[in-house]
């Protein structure tokens, strides 16, 4: 008998998520696979649901309905009035641990050094000694280029320094996933290229992650494949030139138009 293939267990799974605020649903119905390793990026117009999804994904909020598993630990809810019981809450707590987030605003403790900014959640959740903490923020400031800076205040480094300082925060979690929310929106546009480029190195190391982005160059060259979202929804999941060169939906087409002619 030959070899059976190992079956691909995904990561990241959402099945029939919706979501909504005391109003319409800002989510509907989104299905979505994502496995181990993958670098997928977010696109679509302000207001489509692009930060509820991350939000979501890592039990910031709740959802009304639908599946989330990542790595494992699955949060179910049947409707919008089954209300979250002590057993949800701590499935939602397990997952989130297992999320590393991001998020466009740059938003480290402004009163503690760059190194402390690190050390503190390993610290005070995961119970890790200090020195345990330390030499694992130094291995993270190291792994974004910022060794130089360990005992500074963010108040004293660049916005694309704090955010690369943002990065190796959630990751001294240790987390199965990250999640970006326009992680360069806010920087000077000469400051961009360096986050993207802490991405890229985590992408070789194997880490998965997701990002929601308007640098559609970025998502063109680094992703393995594009999310498409419009109006709460999941229009189109496409590879990465494929998007840009003939995207398969007619309100892709429309959204990308904007991006004709620049250089992608
Ligand atoms: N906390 C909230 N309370 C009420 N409405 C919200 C909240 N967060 C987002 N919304 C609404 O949900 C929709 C989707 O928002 P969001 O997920 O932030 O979209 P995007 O990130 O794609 O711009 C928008 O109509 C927004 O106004
Ligand atoms: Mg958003």
Same mark, same amino acid.
């Given at each position: 008998?030959?070899?059976? *293939?190992?079956?691909?267990?995904? &990561?990241?799974? #959402?099945?029939? +998520? ?5 109003? %319409?649903?800002? @989510? ?106 330390? *030499?694992?923020?130094?291995?993270? &400031?190291?792994? #974004?280029?910022? +060794? ?5 205040? %963010?108040?004293? @480094? ?107």
């Amino acid at each position: 008998m030959s070899e059976a *293939a190992s079956p691909v267990v995904p &990561l990241i799974s #959402v099945e029939r +998520l919706y979501k909504s605020y005391d109003g %319409p649903p800002v @989510l509907k119905d989104i299905n979505l696979v994502i496995e181990e390793g993958d670098l997928v990026s977010i696109i679509g117009p302000s207001g489509c649901g692009k930060s509820t999804l991350l939000r979501c994904l890592n039990c910031l909020e709740i959802l009304d309905s639908g599946r989330i598993t990542i790595a494992g630990e699955t949060l179910e809810r049947a409707n919008r009035h089954d209300h979250p019981d002590h057993a949800f809450r701590e499935r939602a707590h397990t997952l989130r641990a297992e999320v590393g987030m991001v998020f466009q605003s740059l938003n480290l403790f402004p009163h503690k050094t760059i190194k402390e900014n690190i050390m503190l959640a390993p610290m005070i959740v995961k119970k890790e000694p200090r020195d345990v903490a330390e *030499a694992n923020a130094m291995r993270l &400031l190291e792994k #974004v280029g910022l +060794l130089k800076h360990t005992d500074r205040y %963010p108040y004293h @480094l660049s916005g694309g320094q704090q955010q690369r300082a943002a990065i190796a925060r959630a990751l001294a979690m240790n987390p199965k996933v990250m999640l970006y929310d326009e992680p360069t929106s806010s920087l000077d546009p000469e400051l961009v290229d360096e986050v993207l480029e802490v991405m890229r190195g985590l992408d070789r190391d194997g880490m998965t992650q997701v990002i929601v982005t308007h640098e559609m160059r970025f998502a063109r060259n680094a992703s393995d494949y594009i999310i498409y979202m419009e109006h709460g929804e999941i229009v189109e999941i496409s590879d990465e030139d494929e998007i840009f060169m003939e995207p398969k939906d007619e309100r892709t087409r429309r959204f990308l138009r904007q991006y004709v002619g620049r250089d992608l």
